[in-house]
């Protein structure tokens, strides 16, 4: 029987054949799904910020940021026995939540969230084949590293699958 995983906010987990894997309010912050193509592993992390750089401290979570979570979540799946030149990504999120006039560009977390993730997974060879970021709305996500399909239900734009 299978099991559906659950990713809390600036967390990740893996998880492999038959289970899912899910998180639930990506508004600014980016849902980065993970497979392996051949063995199915896979891996889910709810990314917040884009750059672990500016933080200082020894506690530092590093699922929170894109930097370091993705790299974290590919060390995960290759202790499962997934293997990084056949991984492919798909990430969903990065919502302007708050219209904020007069404010720059960098204020806007979302859209810096999923270029880092495009950034790093670019970086580290990993191929984003399918994405669904931006517009205003939140996201939650349910990922089937089986098969692939990544669910995407938000209210008001139902559910729908890239």
């Known amino acids: 029987m299978s099991e559906i995983i659950k990713v809390g906010m600036a967390d990740l987990k893996t998880c492999i054949p038959p289970n899912g894997i899910t998180t639930l309010g990506l508004g600014s912050c980016i849902g980065i ?9 896979g891996g889910l992390a709810h ?12 506690t530092l979570n590093v699922a929170k940021f ?22 492919e ?8 939540m708050f219209a904020v006039s007069g404010r720059a560009a960098t204020m806007n977390v979302g859209e810096r969230n999923a270029e880092a993730c495009r950034a790093k997974l670019k970086e580290l060879g990993i191929r984003i084949i399918a994405e669904d970021c931006g517009k205003n709305f939140g996201r939650t996500v349910i990922f089937y590293p089986e098969t692939g399909e990544y669910v995407i239900k938000s209210v008001g734009q139902g559910e729908y699958k890239i």
């Open 66 to 87: 894109a930097d370091t979570g993705i790299v974290e979540l590919i060390k995960q799946m290759e202790k499962l026995g997934a293997v990084k030149s056949r991984m």
């Open 47 to 58: 990314i917040m910020l884009p750059d672990s750089t500016a933080i200082k401290g020894s």
């Open 33 to 41: 799904a993970i497979r392996d193509r051949a063995n199915k592993i």
């Open 89 to 96: 990504a798909k990430i969903a999120g990065g919502a302007t």
